[in-house]
């Protein structure tokens, strides 16, 4: 693939590829000096039409570890609020012979748009309510590594199951997990409250859950997603509070699942709706920090990977 557009995408061996090449960015980035040359010379466009603070941050981050210069387009300062349209967004972008532009939009399918008219990869950080590749893989680099710190082998995830509850019905990451965790041989249960939920979810292979405390029975690793009120127009949006009565994880509900269950957010969090503080911050089952860590790694990874056919380095790039 030239691209790296979402998890759909992707076969089981290349996901399990950019999970085993993003190990030794995870020992890089834990050193004192954090810097190789291996993308000397590219230039690193970061198109954000959408707030961010992980994901702009660790790809900028990435791209500087690895040696690029990484120029960030913040669609607010931009020409788009000139009225300029994306596709002329892409073609200027193009002009200016970057080597790789990451973008998150908020439209569904915007980086596929973007990707069929210019020259370089481009990497999804984010569009609407379809993909989000990079938060998917993130989260499984972290999930592997917090079962391997407990001896388990986790080479991949069959046998653990794995409930991702929030709003499903707006999330790309709910979706980009989803694909993820089921190709790496995980059981996955969706939560959320019937309006939040797709119909007809239950065909790409989840259990579908609209009681959290039913959900959570035997979990081994338990995924929150805060509620999307951005995306949500004229539907159901429920209060904080009742949200929080009835799906919120709390130390109470946690105590439900296996006592070792994990706990994992993307990222932002509401405290207090859908995640209780003293969850979130539990030592020995919060491996939220742990997913931002390897959200650098992984995307040095898909960076690293995806410009390899332009660097003439073999790889990933050439075998797909
Ligand atoms: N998880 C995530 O995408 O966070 P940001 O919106 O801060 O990038």
């Given at each position: 693939h030239r691209d790296l557009l979402g998890i759909g995408q992707l076969e089981r061996h290349e996901i399990l590829f950019l999970l085993d090449e993003a190990e030794q960015w995870v020992a890089l980035n834990r050193q004192r000096s954090k810097h190789v040359d291996a993308l000397a010379g590219l230039t690193i466009i970061n198109a954000f039409f959408e707030n961010s603070t992980r994901t702009l941050l660790s790809f900028e981050i990435a791209g500087k570890r690895l040696g690029a210069d990484v120029v960030n387009m913040h669609a607010a300062q931009s020409s788009v609020k000139k009225g300029e349209t994306l596709i002329d967004t892409a073609i200027t972008l193009n002009a200016m012979r970057a080597d790789a532009i990451v973008i998150r939009h908020g439209s569904s399918g915007a980086t596929g748009l973007i990707a069929d008219k210019v020259d370089c990869p481009v990497l999804n950080a984010g569009d609407g309510q379809h993909e989000h590749p990079t938060q998917a893989l993130l989260d499984a680099l972290a999930l592997r590594h917090a079962l391997r710190e407990r001896g388990?082998?986790?080479?991949?995830?069959?046998?653990q199951t794995i409930v991702i509850c929030g709003?499903?019905?707006?999330?790309r990451v709910a979706r980009s997990n989803l694909l993820c965790l089921q190709a790496l041989g995980a059981s996955v249960r969706l939560c959320a409250p019937p309006a939040l939920m797709p119909v007809g979810i239950e065909a790409m292979g989840a259990e579908v859950f609209h009681d959290f405390d039913a959900a959570l029975d035997g979990a081994d690793v338990v995924m929150m997603l805060r509620l999307q009120s951005e995306r949500m127009s004229g539907q159901f949006i429920p209060s904080a509070r009742e949200y929080h009565h009835l799906y919120g994880l709390t130390k109470i509900r946690l105590?439900?699942?296996?006592?070792?269950t994990l706990v994992m957010h993307p990222g932002p969090m509401n405290r207090g709706v859908e995640i209780d503080s003293d969850v979130a911050d539990m030592i020995d089952r919060s491996i939220i920090t742990r997913q931002v860590e390897m959200g650098v790694a992984i995307r040095m990874s898909c960076l690293d990977v995806l410009t390899r056919r332009a660097r003439g380095v073999e790889g990933w790039g050439d075998a797909a």
């Amino acid at each position: 693939h030239r691209d790296l557009l979402g998890i759909g995408q992707l076969e089981r061996h290349e996901i399990l590829f950019l999970l085993d090449e993003a190990e030794q960015w995870v020992a890089l980035n834990r050193q004192r000096s954090k810097h190789v040359d291996a993308l000397a010379g590219l230039t690193i466009i970061n198109a954000f039409f959408e707030n961010s603070t992980r994901t702009l941050l660790s790809f900028e981050i990435a791209g500087k570890r690895l040696g690029a210069d990484v120029v960030n387009m913040h669609a607010a300062q931009s020409s788009v609020k000139k009225g300029e349209t994306l596709i002329d967004t892409a073609i200027t972008l193009n002009a200016m012979r970057a080597d790789a532009i990451v973008i998150r939009h908020g439209s569904s399918g915007a980086t596929g748009l973007i990707a069929d008219k210019v020259d370089c990869p481009v990497l999804n950080a984010g569009d609407g309510q379809h993909e989000h590749p990079t938060q998917a893989l993130l989260d499984a680099l972290a999930l592997r590594h917090a079962l391997r710190e407990r001896g388990e082998a986790a080479d991949d995830f069959t046998g653990q199951t794995i409930v991702i509850c929030g709003d499903i019905l707006h999330s790309r990451v709910a979706r980009s997990n989803l694909l993820c965790l089921q190709a790496l041989g995980a059981s996955v249960r969706l939560c959320a409250p019937p309006a939040l939920m797709p119909v007809g979810i239950e065909a790409m292979g989840a259990e579908v859950f609209h009681d959290f405390d039913a959900a959570l029975d035997g979990a081994d690793v338990v995924m929150m997603l805060r509620l999307q009120s951005e995306r949500m127009s004229g539907q159901f949006i429920p209060s904080a509070r009742e949200y929080h009565h009835l799906y919120g994880l709390t130390k109470i509900r946690l105590a439900k699942a296996k006592t070792d269950t994990l706990v994992m957010h993307p990222g932002p969090m509401n405290r207090g709706v859908e995640i209780d503080s003293d969850v979130a911050d539990m030592i020995d089952r919060s491996i939220i920090t742990r997913q931002v860590e390897m959200g650098v790694a992984i995307r040095m990874s898909c960076l690293d990977v995806l410009t390899r056919r332009a660097r003439g380095v073999e790889g990933w790039g050439d075998a797909a």
